[in-house]
């Protein structure tokens, strides 16, 4: 077994083969988001809230590296690059552009056991694209060799593809793109049903997670959807905002690990 292979196996719960994973990256893109102006706080209540690995910048992975060395602790995810989108009011007037900001070894350094990048689906420029997809090859090879998993986020953003957020075909190409690359799981948008995300899910050979997006402000909506993303055949999620500026975002938490940790999703899968 590779290193790679073995650290991505320590994102999984040994029972249900799922992960619950929190996201505390946000700053990169948002700034100083609402319900975590306070970001080392942040990070140590994310953690509270006992999630199989937490997605988090390296800037705060290593301001807070004593939350996660510790036995049973979540294993951190590093989130190593940056997309301006021209959607994004604080960068409005700014084109499209798309950086790698860490490398996998500056990764591993940091203490990492996963590494994310962003497939970027809808660019306006072609070469944009071809950059995107050639530097995920290159990250796969660069992050398997000093022990990483790579995880690719396949994302339907970009001025090419503004009403196609949640297109099944086009995550679905993206999804496998991504694994045919070298990615060694997948995040990616829940499709809203369980028959397209079955689609998605069905044409990757590597683990699929749901991510979170914007907090929504029904609960039972997020349970509910998943619900139906486990049904689907999804690995886990990726929550970010319904996990920190939930309610009561510890038990929002224990609500979601039962979800997809416990047996009753199972069914249908």
């Given amino acids: 077994m590779s290193g790679a292979s073995l650290r991505l196996g320590r994102l999984f719960d040994s029972g249900s083969g799922r992960s619950f994973i929190a996201a505390i990256d946000h700053g990169i893109t948002l700034g100083v988001p609402t319900g975590a102006e306070d970001a080392v706080g942040a990070v140590e209540r994310v953690v509270a809230c006992e999630p199989d690995a937490v997605l988090i910048s390296p800037g705060l992975l290593s301001k807070t590296g004593d939350h996660f060395a510790r036995r049973g602790a979540p294993s951190p995810i590093v989130r190593a690059d940056w997309f301006i989108a021209t959607t994004d009011p604080h960068l409005a007037g700014y084109d499209e552009q798309y950086r790698v900001l860490v490398s996998p070894t500056h ?100 683990p699929v997670l749901v991510l979170g997006g914007p907090k929504t402000e029904d609960p039972n909506a997020l349970y509910d959807a998943t619900e139906q993303a486990m049904v689907a055949g999804a690995k886990g999620v990726v929550y970010g905002r319904n996990v920190w500026q939930a309610d009561d975002p510890v038990a929002t938490s224990r609500r979601l690990r039962e979800i997809i940790h416990s047996g009753p999703a199972l069914v249908g899968s």
Avoid: Y
């Avoid at 660069?142 to 949640?166: M, N, T």
């Avoid at 086009?170 to 079955?198: H, I, N």
């Fill in 107 to 206: 990764a591993a350094h940091l203490g990492a056991d996963a590494f994310i990048l962003f497939l970027i689906l809808g660019p306006e420029r072609g070469a944009q694209f071809a950059d995107n997809v050639r530097i995920l090859a290159q990250a796969a090879e660069d992050a398997h060799k000093v022990g990483l998993p790579l995880i690719v986020e396949a994302v339907a953003w970009g001025h090419r593809v503004p009403e196609r957020r949640k297109d099944a075909d086009l995550l679905a190409f993206g999804c496998r793109m991504a694994a045919e690359l070298g990615a060694d799981a997948v995040k990616t948008e829940w499709t809203g049903d369980v028959a397209s995300m079955r689609q998605v899910v069905d044409g990757c050979p590597v």
